[in-house]
């Protein structure tokens, strides 16, 4: 994650339309990215009635599903901006909503009923399989185009897919383990949604499974829009999901 050049006429008029946590004066800063202002200890953890929980535990610390989630504070534009690291919520605000990763915008504005929603990946879909779990949110087209030209990660080579059906799979976090006097953090990776071991897990981020989808050729999905482009990142083998 890096930041992303100031986009001219419709990045304006998108700005006004952002959903909350979106911040129009650092419109350069992605959406998904922390500040320094947001870092902040984690509270102390137990095991309660067979599942992890805080010690002092918050009603909006567990999701709808029971799920306890990474406590982050959110003050966007407050301090220096920190590219490498993700807000934990505003990534579970993008993937849920379909939101834009850099504008913080719905992702699914620039796309026709049959187009699908856009990804940017940086796996070779050589090495894909028929459906592809991701931590990252989609983007816009704008953004996209932005992205590619000025993200290291992704100019060293991506992909981008259309996907029309995706639905959350799990979640990605910290793993624990029943120990004296406090559980033991075991591992940290990806959970399916129904794994026994999720009631083990301090959730992080959320993934989503992508079932449906084709690669595209972003420069030329640009060019039909009337979007300036010019040289890009590498783009990795075509083909479809």
């Given at each position: 994650m ?5 986009r ?15 911040f ?35 009603p ?40 834009c990763?850099v ?21 070779d ?23 590619v ?20 799979s ?26 026994d071991?999720m ?11 992508l079932?449906?989808?084709?690669t595209?050729d972003l420069?030329?999905?640009?060019r039909?829009?009337g ?7 590498r ?7």
């Amino acid at each position: 994650m890096t930041a992303i050049p100031a986009r001219e006429n419709d990045a304006r008029q998108r700005a006004d339309r952002r959903r909350f946590g979106a911040f129009a004066p650092t419109e350069r800063v992605p959406f998904v990215a922390s500040w320094s202002s947001e870092a902040a200890e984690q509270p102390e953890v137990t095991m309660r009635r067979g599942r992890l929980a805080y010690v002092a535990e918050r009603p909006y610390d567990r999701d709808s599903n029971g799920i306890l989630w990474r406590r982050v504070p959110s003050s966007p534009g407050r301090g220096r901006p920190q590219y490498g690291k993700v807000h934990f919520l505003r990534q579970r605000l993008a993937m849920d909503g379909l939101l834009c990763q850099v504008c913080g915008c719905s992702a699914r504005e620039d796309a026709a009923a049959d187009d699908g929603v856009l990804w940017l990946l940086r796996d070779d879909p050589g090495t894909w399989s028929e459906e592809v779990v991701t931590g990252h949110p989609p983007v816009c087209l704008p953004c996209a185009w932005q992205s590619v030209r000025a993200c290291p990660h992704l100019r060293g080579g991506y992909a981008a897919v259309r996907v029309r059906r995706f639905v959350p799979s799990g979640v990605h976090g910290v793993l624990y383990r029943p120990g004296l006097p406090r559980p033991v953090p075991q591992d940290v990776g990806a959970v399916d949604f129904g794994d026994d071991r999720m009631p083990g897990v301090q959730a992080a981020q959320l993934m989503m499974r992508l079932e449906d989808f084709r690669t595209v050729d972003l420069e030329a999905e640009c060019r039909a829009r009337g979007l300036g482009v010019g040289g890009g990142g590498r783009v990795r083998g075509a083909g479809a999901g």
